[in-house]
């Protein structure tokens, strides 16, 4: 019996076969062709790249209304390769300067692009490699006529280097019944992980040396919370145990799912306020809850609304766009609006930022937007226009400093004089909060609360800047982690703060949809959570497990903690489902 450990995409328990998706080596085939075979070749090229673009075109109108249209966009991606004039327009000119055949020909013009990124240590980068390569691969099994038979992995566990997410989104298309997934790939943020998740396969990253064990027979796949591990050739004992815990997780998940539109309510009648993090493309997801049943919007990225845009959108078209983003919310429910949060990893493809060796660190959030002013007072235009129909509080991202929020609100202040000239009416007394993602809103935080009517905890930047650990980087990014002792400290800091001032404190960031963080916030007083609508029947079903009154003592223990795995320790005895 051998144990084999790495992270866990998804959560899930499963037992069964595997199905070994060898590491394939280079085909040896003749691949020099004659000068007057050049045009033919060419045109062989141009066949394949017009199925290539043509199945996946076809592979996204089959899974519309299937899978989360945020999802789907993996697929534009991997189309705008296929349909790039230069990448084409390099291999054309790799087969008529070479004399090689297409498959030679992309092989190697795609070798080129990876070699860009190789020296880079970034999660986002190693993702845009990742596409080229799913994207090459392609048009190279077309070229073969080399297309997987997906009919094999029906029932099985997936042992593989690396599996692309347009593979994936075919694999679900076929309704093929992949059981679980076993990599070697480790980018635990890649879009593999992020469809993993969408399509529910318990799915286990970054195991080292995937093909040097001896896959035979029914393995074990745990990629439950602290284990995150596979384990091949199990004995008749860990069978037994492994079957019992799947029927523990089943009974666990109708738990879960029975508790999806019950209100949010603590044992002792402690009312949690639940909220969403939503962007332009998650208001229609299979998941749906009973909007009625929780407290709103916690979290209204609008940089998504602006990256999907090929241009800056107008006032009447980001108001058109919340418009239909919020129609299943009442005027009564609380939606907090964040200003443009671009920079670092999210840019946007027509405004060139400045080449900055540490994007993280330079002009994104409410820095962009006070340098770009105009841009600013149209969204401030738009979220002010829609506080007339909707009950609406505006987030400012990205705050570091006192002077920042003068200068945001003397913005707003210019905005609303405009709108009262044109008689447009609006919410004279809306709310103005601010993301804490940085120590010196911690450090300052009595200061802060003087001057805004809410904090909203982004808790993956905090923990980042607090840690000084690059969430998305390979090589440090075990060290991110928001269960940090100091992390928690930090929360309590900005608790402090907002309770002494009267103010509204909530956590927006991942730590609010994970059943440990859950117990640690409400400990702290929190009660205002927003998340991801997935997490919502898994939160209620544990909130309504817990006694508020009694989780003071917890607050204490964790507070008083010095390493990451004993706050775990504590957190995990209050977790009943």
């Avoid at 917890?554 to 005895?573: G, M, Q, S, T």
């Amino acid at each position: 019996m051998e144990h084999l450990f790495g992270k866990s995409a998804y959560e899930g328990i499963v037992i069964g076969d595997v199905y070994i998706e060898n590491d394939n080596e280079e085909k040896n085939s003749a691949d020099d062709i004659p000068v007057y075979d050049v045009q033919s070749e060419k045109e062989r090229l141009d066949t394949a790249l017009k199925s290539a673009v043509s199945s996946l075109e076809g592979l996204k109108k089959g899974l519309t209304g299937e899978i989360a249209k945020k999802d789907l966009d993996i697929i534009d991606a991997h189309l705008l390769i296929l349909k790039d004039p230069e990448y084409i327009k390099e291999i054309k000119k790799y087969i008529e300067k070479e004399l090689k055949r297409s498959e030679t020909a992309i092989k190697s013009v795609t070798e080129k692009y990876l070699k860009l990124f190789e020296n880079i240590d970034s999660p986002i980068y190693r993702q845009r490699e990742l596409d080229i390569k799913d994207a090459s691969n392609r048009l190279l099994d077309i070229l073969g006529s080399d297309e997987e038979n997906h009919r094999l992995l029906d029932g099985k566990i997936l042992i593989t280097k690396e599996i692309y997410p347009t593979e994936l989104l075919k694999i679900y298309k076929e309704k093929i019944a992949l059981k679980g997934i076993v990599m070697e790939y480790g980018g635990e943020t890649s879009h593999v992980a992020i469809l993993a998740k969408a399509l529910k396969i318990p799915t286990l990253m970054g195991v080292e040396h995937i093909f040097a064990h001896q896959w035979n027979g029914d393995i074990i796949l745990d990629t439950t919370e602290g284990n995150s591990c596979v384990i091949i050739d199990p004995d008749e004992n860990t069978l037994k145990d492994y079957r019992d815990k799947q029927k523990e997780m089943a009974r666990r998940i109708r738990k879960i799912n029975e508790s999806a539109n019950l209100p949010a309510v603590t044992q002792d009648d402690e009312k949690i306020n639940l909220y969403l993090n939503i962007g332009d493309s998650e208001r229609h997801s299979e998941d749906d809850v009973d909007k009625s049943t929780i407290a709103g919007v916690g979290l209204l990225r609008t940089e998504l609304i602006y990256m999907k845009s090929s241009e800056f959108p107008s006032e009447e078209k980001q108001v058109k766009i919340y418009t239909e983003i919020l129609k299943d919310f009442s005027s009564e429910q609380s939606i907090v609006i964040r200003t443009l949060d671009i920079g670092a990893d999210k840019q946007l493809s027509y405004f060139k930022m400045h080449c900055e060796s540490n994007p993280f660190l330079g002009l994104r959030g409410i820095r962009f937007s006070l340098e770009n002013k105009e841009i600013f007072k149209i969204q401030l235009r738009a979220i002010l226009r829609m506080s007339s129909k909707k009950n609406i509080k505006i987030m400012y991202p990205m705050i570091t400093n006192l002077d920042e929020i003068d200068r945001a609100n003397g913005i707003l202040e210019e905005v609303k004089e405009d709108l009262r000239k044109e008689n447009i009416s609006f919410d004279e007394n809306i709310e103005v909060g601010i993301m804490v993602e940085v120590p010196s809103v911690v450090l300052m935080a009595e200061e802060f609360a003087q001057k805004i009517d809410f904090f909203s905890i982004g808790s993956n930047d905090l923990t980042q800047y607090i840690l000084a650990a690059d969430r998305l980087s390979e090589t440090v990014g075990n060290m991110y982690d928001s269960f940090n002792p100091a992390v928690f400290r930090a929360i309590y800091e900005i608790k402090k703060a907002a309770d002494k001032y009267g103010k509204k404190v909530s956590v927006c960031g991942e730590m609010a949809g994970d059943p440990r963080a859950i117990v640690a916030l409400l400990s702290m007083g929190i009660k205002n959570l927003s998340m991801v609508e997935t997490s919502i029947p898994a939160a209620k079903a544990l909130i309504r497990n817990l006694e508020y009154k009694n989780l003071s003592s917890v607050r204490d223990k964790i507070l008083k903690c010095e390493n990451i795995d004993e706050i775990k320790e504590i957190l995990k005895e209050k977790i009943i489902y």
